[in-house]
């Protein structure tokens, strides 16, 4: 039984719809209503009549319904359309003819590549498009060519009759012609400092499939050299002659370089706030009275998104006219964020469970450029606010500073601790993938308990002063949603005052694409403490081990020994290694299955690289759900050498790659 017609309105006027299913009509109905609105009328008219017609039609035919036929019908306001789509042809076997020189897959997937792409669309046997196909053989034919058969020719022919299951079968004839490859490749005006860099870019060149494409990507990739290093007006051009029988092509490049260009000054637009000038004209002062190098700029960009103060950022070197020799001004444009922002967040995980927290945020504090920023945020463990002001150019320079306070009451185990710090921090951004923090900071807290001991708590009220740096070199493609790359970061901390002691902890991380949706992730880390016991250092001050970033068995800072009420008392020395695959299951949802590996030691260590052989192992499973701030991450992993009072395995729900 055929479904009821289907009716829209639109622009007051009625179109009814027969003989299109259901799944079809939410398309059209897009469709009828774009075009009604683009013909303006208000009333229903033969021509509009017959346009509606026109394009539904085409639709159907787009969809593979070559026979598709559309009557109309006007009654009043009203337009009745009725459709015979007639039987849809889907395309059958293939079979090709000639010099294929390619394998047979490789053509089929470029001949039907533009069938395929569509959403929902069958890979073995797509809808029947002529359109679409006939895209398919010039790709044939462009791919071809790629491989320096430049007189390729490509002819489809459809089967005359479709069967009866609406296959339609065609042959593809392939004439490939004679081979052209690259033969010698003679290059001048190259700059000096430049010209061994560009022969070793076009050394592999000869003997190279031949095509005009390949000749102008060298030319773009030699341009390019030039103008990243300052050359801003260098063009390059070739000169080759092809025979008509195929064989070798020797091919002559003429770069004109011109002048190398520096950069007089730094050129922030005028609609810019004034603190944003003030950070631009800071982070870009290093470029000025230099050559023009992208490399360095990069860096310069880089370092003054990281401030968060800009939506969009245009990087131009203006020409100055008349200038010898060569000078540009480098002209800063763009578009700058909001600067007052006020969020408000919910969360969990299985560590601190149901979260809560508001946070405020100043881009411009006073038009300065700095950055004010508040947060207060709840958990079970208790309340944690503070308030961090940076200035990402700290006297005009390419350096940024901030100054943070923190209040917080940690009261999640058998204890309560209540702490104040304050961090005064100085950070620059080297290069891409280079960074490093230099800080000092001083805390006090006080630890109370009815249940722990003295030598398991450690010191009950303490007061701590330190100082340190950090440095990452992250060269990972994203610091959130990593795909492939690598980081490793480090961090050494002196500390002095109720306890002395230094704190070291280094991390790494590798990531391996191995197809499209398959991936492999591998990390570490090692935290010591030496100079001071266990016994000696206040609880929170120790390391731990366990948890969904480090040894997934645990829960959070369980691996080791822990009281009869569960509260971990941690050691000086944590060492933890992960291995996982991941494969993409659907559109940004990843089944992953790992292996960790850790201990927790509590000696006085000597070395940094102290650590106990006692390791822990874990298998498991998880799900990863992407979201633009990170993954969603639900872990289970297993304990596989379960002791007198542990748990057989632990679930976690957390947010951000394990490492």
Do not use: C
């Not at 009821?4 to 179109?15: D, N």
């Not at 007089?264 to 000038?277: A, I, K, M, W």
């Not at 964020?337 to 149901?354: I, M, Q, S, V």
């Not at 990972?476 to 490793?488: A, I, N, Q, T, Y």
């Amino acid at each position: 039984m055929a479904p009821a017609p289907f009716t829209l309105q639109e622009a007051g006027v009625t179109v009814t719809v027969s003989g299109i299913e259901t799944t079809a009509w939410d398309d059209l109905r897009d469709m009828l209503r774009d075009q009604l609105t683009l013909s303006g009328n208000t009333t229903a008219t033969e021509p509009l009549a017959d346009d509606l017609a026109f394009f539904t039609r085409q639709e159907y035919i787009r969809k593979g319904w070559p026979d598709a036929n559309v009557e109309w019908e006007v009654t009043g306001n009203v337009i009745t359309l009725e459709i015979d789509s007639g039987r849809q042809i889907r395309v059958g076997e293939i079979t090709w003819r000639g010099e294929l020189i390619l394998p047979e897959e490789e053509l089929r997937s470029f001949l039907l590549r533009p069938s395929t792409e569509r959403e929902g669309a069958d890979s073995a046997n797509p809808v029947w498009v002529r359109k679409e196909l006939d895209g398919g053989v010039g790709l044939v034919q462009r791919r071809l060519r790629a491989e320096g058969y430049l007189q390729a020719t490509v002819k489809m022919t459809p089967a005359p009759d479709i069967q009866p299951d609406g296959l339609r079968n065609l042959t593809v004839e392939v004439d490939a012609g004679p081979r052209f490859t690259f033969g010698s490749v003679e290059f001048s005006g190259a700059p000096a400092e430049l010209d061994a860099k560009m022969r070793a870019q076009i050394a592999q060149t000869p003997g190279e499939p031949f095509n005009e494409a390949r000749v102008q990507q060298i030319e773009g990739q030699l341009t390019t050299i030039a103008k990243d290093r300052g050359w801003l007006n260098a063009t390059t051009m070739s000169d080759y002659t092809l025979g008509k029988m195929g064989g070798t092509v020797d091919v002559v490049i003429l770069m004109t370089a011109g002048e190398r260009v520096m950069i007089t000054r730094v050129v922030p637009h005028e609609d810019f706030s004034r603190g944003s000038r003030r950070v631009l004209t800071a982070n870009f002062r290093e470029a000025e009275g230099k050559y023009y190098q992208s490399e360095d700029l990069d860096i310069m960009f880089k370092r003054t998104l990281d401030t968060a103060m800009f939506a969009r950022l245009d990087v131009e070197p203006r020409m100055l006219p008349g200038v010898s020799p060569a000078a540009a001004e480098l002209r800063l444009s763009g578009e700058e964020t909001k600067p007052k922002t006020l969020g408000f967040e919910l969360g969990y995980d299985t560590f601190l469970g149901a979260q809560a927290g508001i946070n405020y945020r100043n881009t411009n504090f006073r038009d300065r450029g700095n950055t004010l920023a508040a947060e207060l945020n709840y958990s079970v463990a208790g309340p944690l606010g503070s308030i961090k002001l940076t200035d990402p150019a700290i006297f005009n320079s390419g350096y940024s500073a901030s100054v943070q306070l923190a209040l917080e009451n940690f009261s999640l185990f058998e204890y309560s601790r209540y702490g104040t710090s304050l961090t005064l921090e100085l950070a620059r951004r080297v290069s891409k993938g280079f960074s490093y923090t230099v800080f000092a900071g001083f805390s006090a807290n006080t630890v109370s308990t009815d249940v722990l001991t003295d030598v398991e708590i450690g010191p009950d009220a303490y007061a701590f002063g330190s100082i340190g740096a950090s440095l990452m070199l992250d060269y990972r493609d994203s610091p959130v949603l990593p795909k492939k790359g690598w980081f490793l970061s480090a961090r050494l901390e002196t500390t002095g005052g109720t306890a002395s002691f230094i704190r070291t902890d280094v991390r790494a991380a590798i990531y391996q694409p191995i197809t499209k949706k398959f991936r492999f992730a591998a990390g570490g880390g090692l935290l010591s403490i030496q100079g001071a016991s266990t016994e000696e250092l206040p609880i929170d001050s120790r390391v731990f081990n366990g948890g969904p970033n480090t040894v997934r068995a645990f829960a959070e800072r369980e691996l080791g020994p822990v009281t009869p009420g569960d509260t971990p008392l941690g050691g000086t020395a944590a060492v933890f290694a992960s291995a996982e695959f991941s494969y993409e299951i659907y559109p940004n949802l990843e089944f992953a299955v790992f292996t960790d590996v850790g201990s927790l030691a509590g000696a006085n260590n000597g070395s940094p690289f102290d650590y106990s052989s006692d390791f822990r192992t874990t298998v498991g499973a998880g799900l990863r759900y992407k979201l633009p701030f990170g993954p969603i991450r639900l872990d289970y992993g297993h304990n596989l050498d379960r002791r007198s009072g542990e748990k057989s395995g632990m679930l976690h729900i957390t947010v951000g790659f394990a490492f």
